[in-house]
């Protein structure tokens, strides 16, 4: 465990979270990204694990990647693919359960992103399941 303290940039803060247009970063995912808040659904998880990808927060997304899913070169792995593509758009299309009182859900989302100067989109449903109370990624289908 890193026990660091990070400084977040105001500017950061005060923009348009990644994942959501209608609200700052400081108001939507970034009490998940430092631990000040716990998604209470999978959406929530969903949408945290989008900006982290974002903001390249390589621990956030290995810490929310359910147990059993989170192998040994989980963090190298996210840590040799995170830097290249730049995340522009996410849309969430559909969900089921994944609310404050199921233990399972699942959301289907589009994320658009650049890479070079293609624009790309990867279509995924995710399945999210909680740990200890936790709502955790397990995995993803195209
Ligand atoms: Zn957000």
Redesign the pocket.
Known sequence: MSTSIVKIPREREISP????RE?T?AE???PFHYGRKRPETAEQLM??R??AYFFRLVDYLVATTHPDKRDKKLAHNIDETIWEPSWRKLEIISQSKGGADDKTGKVEFIATYSLGKETRQLHEKSRFRRFKGKWMYLDGKG
């Not at 979270?17 to 959501?20: E, G, K, M, R, Y």
């Open positions: 979270c990644p994942c959501n609200k970063y939507c995912c970034l949408r945290s989008y900006s």
